[in-house]
C-alpha cells in the first residue's frame, strides 16, 4: 500500500488521450490522461465517463451544448452519451470506471496513435521519427466549431 500522487502520474503519460491505470479499488480502476487537441466524437456503450480535472482546461463537447471544465470539476458522461473532448491547452485529469476505454471508443485522433514518449517536450524535438502533436490539425468534432 503506497500513496500515488495523481498531478505528477498524469504528467508523465507519455502519450495524449492515452490512459495509464494508477490504481484500482471498489471494483473501478482510477487512470489519468492527458490531453491536447480534439478527439473525435464517440460514446461509451459500456461505461459512464467520469472526469475529475487535475490541471488545464478541458472542453467537453456534447451535440447540444458545450461544458468547459477546470481544476477540480468533475463531470459525468452518462454511458451512450455521444461526446468529443477538446483541449485548447494540455489538459491532465482523472478518470474513473471499471475498465480503461478502448482506443476506438475513446475517440482518440489519429495523430496521437504515433506520438512517442516525451513529444510534448521542445528539447528532444530533434530525435528521429519525432512526430509532434498536431492539435492544430486535429479538427474540432463538428462543424457547428468551424471558424473558431
Ligand atoms: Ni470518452
Redesign the pocket.
Known amino acids: 500500500m503506497e500513496k500515488i500522487n495523481v498531478a505528477r502520474e498524469a504528467a508523465e503519460v507519455a502519450e495524449f488521450w492515452s490512459q495509464r491505470v494508477l490504481a484500482s479499488g471498489n471494483g473501478n480502476l482510477f487512470k489519468v490522461a492527458r490531453g491536447i487537441g480534439s478527439t473525435n466524437w ?1 460514446s ?1 456503450d459500456d461505461q459512464d ?1 467520469v472526469f475529475l480535472v487535475i490541471e488545464g482546461h478541458i472542453t467537453i463537447q456534447l451535440r447540444d451544448r458545450d461544458i468547459d471544465l477546470e481544476p477540480g470539476d468533475l463531470l459525468v ?1 452518462p454511458r451512450g452519451t455521444e ?1 468529443c ?1 477538446i483541449a485548447h491547452e494540455e489538459a491532465r485529469f482523472l478518470l474513473v470506471g471499471p475498465e480503461v ?1 478502448s482506443n476506438a471508443a ?2 482518440k485522433p489519429d495523430w496521437s496513435y504515433t506520438t512517442p514518449a516525451k513529444a510534448c517536450c521542445p528539447d528532444a524535438a530533434d530525435s528521429p521519427g519525432r512526430q509532434a502533436p498536431r492539435p492544430a490539425s486535429a479538427q474540432p468534432c463538428s462543424a457547428r466549431h468551424d471558424g473558431h
Open positions: 464517440h461509451h465517463e458522461i461526446h473532448p476505454t475513446g475517440g
